[in-house]
């Protein structure tokens, strides 16, 4: 296999991955959002794709569906560029992906998010499929809570301020985009965000009042000591959390 991009292969060459036992494919949805003042808008996006084909690549026999995008970014609408979809639209469309791909012969479906505001919605859509799919496969990735108790471990792991890691163009999203794609990183224009742990009453303030009711910059956590070194390792962390969350799930299905 050349690529495990579906959007990079030819239909004889999906048919032959198809044929051969790629039966398995990774639906993953990023944003188009503002990521503070030195993260570009499509880092959610990028750090998706990275994703969805690192996971590919350690399930064995799965292939990587073109990235949806925008997601559902309502509370960041307030900082210039961010796009949001309507949930109806969302949903439509990674419904209408798994209906296109069932027709091809795919059986197990993976929908996983690089953007915390997709969490919930993935969760309600795989239950759905599942559902009116009998016979086929739908899995999520890691849980929200779930993947802030491993920004809590990484920050005591690596002897960091509480809060550090934030989830949102912090210390660990804007290390992992020096990693993967460093083109895309201002250092220069890292700035300290609201600092502090994401508790349930700071996550309902910014789904309510918009990210600038907590934050005026738009970064939760605190971006200024990132670097690239830490990146991979962060990556890797939580490629291994996210691989091992997916292959219980499908076999426990």
């Given at each position: 296999m050349?690529?495990?991009?579906?959007?990079?292969?030819t239909?004889?060459?999906?048919?032959?991955a198809?044929?051969?036992?790629?039966?398995?494919v990774?639906?993953?949805?990023?944003?188009?959002?503002?990521?503070?003042?030195?993260?570009?808008?499509?880092?959610d996006t990028?750090?998706?794709?990275a994703?969805a084909?690192?996971?590919?690549?350690?399930?064995?026999?799965?292939?990587?569906?073109?990235?949806?995008?925008p997601?559902?970014s309502?509370?960041?609408?307030?900082?210039?560029?961010?796009?949001?979809?309507?949930?109806?639209?969302?949903?439509?469309?990674?419904?209408?992906?798994?209906?296109?791909?069932?027709?091809?012969?795919?059986k197990?479906?993976?929908?996983i998010?690089?953007?915390g505001g997709n969490?919930?919605?993935?969760?309600?859509?795989?239950?759905?499929?599942?559902?009116?799919?009998?016979?086929?496969?739908?899995?999520?990735?890691?849980p929200?809570?779930?993947?802030?108790?491993?920004l809590?471990g990484i920050?005591?792991?690596?002897?960091?301020?509480?809060g550090?890691c934030?989830?949102h163009?912090?210390?660990?999203?804007?290390?992992?985009?020096?990693?993967?794609?460093?083109?895309?990183?201002?250092?220069?224009?890292a700035?300290?965000?609201?600092?502090?742990?994401?508790?349930?009453?700071?996550?309902?303030?910014m789904?309510?009042?918009?990210i600038?009711?907590?934050?005026?910059?738009?970064v939760?956590?605190?971006?200024?000591q990132?670097?690239?070194?830490?990146?991979?390792?962060?990556?890797?962390?939580?490629?291994?959390?996210?691989?091992?969350?997916?292959?219980e799930?499908?076999?426990?299905?």
């Amino acid at each position: 296999m050349s690529t495990l991009l579906l959007e990079e292969m030819t239909w004889p060459e999906v048919k032959t991955a198809l044929d051969n036992g790629y039966n398995t494919v990774i639906i993953t949805t990023g944003s188009i959002e503002q990521h503070g003042p030195h993260l570009a808008e499509l880092s959610d996006t990028a750090i998706a794709e990275a994703s969805a084909l690192d996971l590919a690549e350690r399930l064995g026999n799965t292939l990587v569906a073109p990235v949806i995008r925008p997601g559902l970014s309502d509370h960041h609408l307030a900082l210039a560029g961010t796009l949001s979809l309507r949930p109806e639209i969302f949903a439509g469309l990674i419904e209408d992906y798994i209906s296109c791909y069932i027709k091809h012969g795919f059986k197990q479906f993976i929908l996983i998010s690089s953007h915390g505001g997709n969490f919930n919605a993935l969760e309600e859509i795989a239950s759905g499929m599942k559902e009116r799919n009998p016979g086929y496969k739908f899995v999520t990735g890691l849980p929200l809570n779930e993947l802030l108790e491993l920004l809590a471990g990484i920050e005591e792991d690596f002897q960091l301020p509480a809060g550090t890691c934030g989830g949102h163009a912090c210390e660990y999203e804007t290390s992992v985009m020096l990693y993967l794609f460093p083109k895309h990183v201002r250092r220069d224009k890292a700035r300290e965000g609201y600092v502090g742990r994401p508790t349930q009453e700071i996550l309902s303030r910014m789904h309510e009042g918009g990210i600038t009711a907590v934050s005026a910059s738009g970064v939760l956590g605190d971006p200024r000591q990132a670097g690239a070194e830490r990146g991979k390792k962060y990556f890797e962390l939580g490629q291994e959390a996210l691989y091992k969350t997916i292959k219980e799930k499908l076999l426990n299905y």
